[in-house]
């Protein structure tokens, strides 16, 4: 079975500073997706960024970024210049090419300080 | 294009009763996911529609279920409901049954 696994459950950026989340899976899947949501406190679930396993080169989407090391099953969010509005909680999730689900890490709450 | 939506927004029920929840997808979308989120859980897959058909289900005991209509909108069920099943229900759709999934505001379940 797959499990998704991140390592803190809180973390804390300056404004206009860069912030890295940490996410590391398990799989004996080759062929699967890796997202990042974003939960804000008004709990609608956004989709941040995504990931094909196939593909060797990073998602980047504006100011969030990712460091996908297949080998090591690991992938982590970079957000580069900090915005208030980043503050959120911010789940990684393990889509599989063979079923439709999503399975999810605990998440990672992010604060974002003026 | 309008978003996901579910309804209703916020339920308080008691124990022992049952409930519905419904989940309309982005428009096209022909896939729509459920999952429980509680502070003690996480996010929990609990099914997985797909054309009408079940794909995929959780690890939920049978008082959850699931259907999918022809227009792709979804309902989930829970019957005998229990103090446990107090969460936030998040419905998600995408396009196909392995793209990325888009959600919707969540249905707050409380049970008494």
């Known amino acids: 079975a797959q499990t998704v696994t991140q390592s803190q459950p809180e973390m804390s950026v300056q404004e206009a500073e860069t912030v890295t989340l940490s996410c590391t899976y398990d799989?004996?899947?080759?062929?699967?997706?890796l997202f990042w949501y974003k939960q804000p406190p008004s709990r609608q679930m956004i989709l941040v960024i995504r990931?094909?396993?196939?593909?060797?080169q990073n998602a980047t989407e504006n100011r969030f970024s990712v460091n996908f090391q297949k080998a090591a099953k690991s992938f982590s969010l970079k957000i580069s210049d900090s915005q208030l509005g980043d503050a959120a909680m911010y789940f990684c999730a393990y889509g599989s090419s063979n079923t439709g689900k999503l399975i999810f890490g605990q998440g990672t709450t992010l604060q974002v300080k003026p | 294009k309008a978003g996901v939506t579910q309804t209703p927004r916020y339920l308080i029920k008691t124990r022992g009763q049952q409930v519905t929840l419904s989940c309309s997808p982005i428009s096209g979308h022909r896939s729509v996911s459920w999952y429980q989120q509680t502070p003690g859980q996480g996010l929990q897959f609990l099914f997985e529609?797909?054309?009408?058909?079940?794909?995929n289900k959780g690890n939920f005991p049978g008082r959850f279920s699931g259907r999918q209509f022809s227009n792709s909108r979804s309902e989930m069920n829970v019957s005998t409901l229990e103090l446990g099943d107090s969460a936030l229900y998040l419905c998600?759709?995408?396009?196909?049954?392995?793209?990325?999934?888009?959600f919707g505001p969540g249905t707050r379940l409380t049970v008494l």
């Open positions: 998600a759709s995408s396009i196909g049954a392995y793209n990325e999934q888009f």
């Open positions: 799989t004996s899947e080759s062929d699967y997706y």
């Open positions: 529609y797909f054309s009408e058909t079940q794909r």
């Open positions: 990931q094909e396993a196939y593909k060797q």
